[in-house]
């Protein structure tokens, strides 16, 4: 049945079920013209003011991309459904569920041909599964069958929602799996393929610095770090990996100055910030002028 949940400490309610647009088309031309009425299925969830639709595929789940509409939109041009969503559609999203839940437990404990099995149970019913994806894939590559991983990479680079924020675990690490199977062209270009969709990650540009360097490509590893630390300047695994460069000898001469910027200014923001907090001046003092920091060593 179509759904509504009450959202805690607010006096709304989500809705969650399926829903049915209709769309009138000619079919045929002239005198042979007749009109034909093509009913759509749509699964539709609501998260606060944001709501969402997703087509159903022949297997009756929810799959392919999603879009936002508005509620009055939502009023206007779909239909609940609710007995086919509670006897057809909540069954098979149950089904596919469980069947990837199944596979992560077999994963997690190294059964790679169980958790393969399951994995492609739910994966016969939605190809588009993110998790079920995700979850082979790392399958494939723990056993080392990386041909059958690659056909796993190119799928998920066609899925925008393999990068949505919920599966943000999973795209990790996998992209860090790629990496270290040697997979370093893929790693590049799965890491540039997830910012283009999460740009601001320091996480993901420190992770595509870690591929870079693999691939002696050290500007691309700078500018990367450098991307990182300008949205999050104290990032710690970021900053270390940026003087061990330093202290490898590896920063070219032009980025010099740059690094020792960026590590000289963490150093100084991670002792301001432990240093105990001075006394409140009296109201009539005049508050009295810093001296300018010291610039880069």
């Not at 989500?14 to 045929?28: L, M």
């Not at 031309?29 to 007749?34: F, K, Q």
């Not at 994995?119 to 399958?139: C, E, H, P, Q, W």
């Not at 003092?285 to 880069?296: D, I, L």
């Amino acid at each position: 049945m179509a759904e509504s949940a009450a959202s805690a400490g607010q006096n709304k309610t989500d809705v969650r079920g399926v829903f049915s647009t209709q769309e009138i088309r000619k079919v045929g031309t002239g005198t042979t013209t007749r009109k034909t009425v093509q009913k759509t299925f749509w699964f539709v969830e609501q998260h606060g003011d944001v709501i969402e639709c997703q087509p159903l595929n022949a297997n009756y789940v929810p799959s392919g991309p999603k879009r936002k509409i508005t509620m009055d939109e939502l009023i206007a041009k779909f239909s609940p459904e609710p007995e086919f969503y509670q006897m057809s559609v909540y069954p098979k999203m149950r089904e596919v569920e469980q069947s990837v839940d199944k596979g992560d437990s077999h994963r997690e404990k190294g059964e790679t041909f169980a958790a393969e099995y399951e994995y492609s149970r739910a994966l016969k019913v939605d190809v588009a599964n993110v998790r079920a994806n995700f979850g082979i894939g790392l399958t494939y590559m723990e056993r080392g069958e990386l041909d059958k991983a690659q056909d796993i990479f190119d799928r998920l680079l066609k899925l925008d929602g393999a990068f949505d924020a919920e599966h943000k675990h999973l795209f990790n690490e996998f992209g860090i799996n790629l990496r270290k199977n040697k997979m370093l062209a893929q790693s590049v270009e799965y890491y540039q393929r997830a910012l283009q969709l999460t740009a601001n990650d320091e996480n993901l540009h420190m992770n595509l610095a870690r591929v870079l360097l693999e691939t002696r490509d050290m500007d691309g590893c700078l500018e990367h770090l450098f991307a990182a630390l300008e949205l999050a300047p104290r990032h710690e695994v970021s900053l270390k990996f940026l003087a061990w460069l330093l202290q490898k000898s590896m920063v070219p001469a032009e980025k010099m100055d740059k690094v020792r910027e960026l590590l000289t200014a963490a150093s100084q923001g991670a002792r301001a910030a432990a240093a105990p907090a001075p006394p409140a001046a009296p109201a009539a003092e005049a508050p009295q002028a810093q001296s300018a920091a010291p610039g880069p060593q």
